[in-house]
């Protein structure tokens, strides 16, 4: 079995910084793929940042590029999600998912197996 857990989603204003996490159980999901997306009411969940392979490759949406960096402790199979001067368009439900692919060219949700139950993240300006 695989759980993914989110922790760490809160409420802050613009220009501010928080820690998103995601502790994964089962298999370790070094050499395939995790990833952070997020949704709102008004939309569908999109993609925010993917990090594969045992180079640890990265890849962020265009949104968040210079402002958020994804990184994973492969030793205790967790995910991160660092975000840096946040902007109110930033909030949203942040989900965690995994899948052991390597992943290329990708940022469906569909393209992931294993997802988490997300955490709220809240951005006021």
């Known amino acids: 079995q695989v759980q993914l857990l989110e922790s760490g989603g809160g409420s802050r204003q613009t220009g501010e910084s928080l820690r998103l996490s995601c502790a994964a159980s089962?298999?370790?999901?070094?050499?395939?793929?995790m990833a952070w997306f997020r949704q709102t009411p008004e939309s569908e969940r999109e993609f925010v940042a993917r990090?594969?392979?045992?180079?640890?490759?990265?890849l962020y949406a265009d949104a968040v590029e210079g402002r958020f960096t994804i990184s994973r402790d492969n030793a205790k199979n967790m995910l991160f999600l660092q975000m840096d001067s946040l902007k109110p368009e930033d909030t949203g439900l942040y989900y965690c998912?995994?899948?052991?692919?390597?992943?290329?060219?990708?940022?469906?949700?569909?393209?992931?197996?294993?997802w988490g139950q997300g955490t709220q993240v809240t951005v006021s300006s």
């Open positions: 089962g298999p370790t999901f070094r050499g395939g793929t």
């Open positions: 998912a995994a899948t052991l692919k390597s992943l290329y060219g990708t940022n469906q949700p569909s393209d992931y197996d294993y």
């Open positions: 990090i594969r392979g045992n180079i640890d490759m990265v």
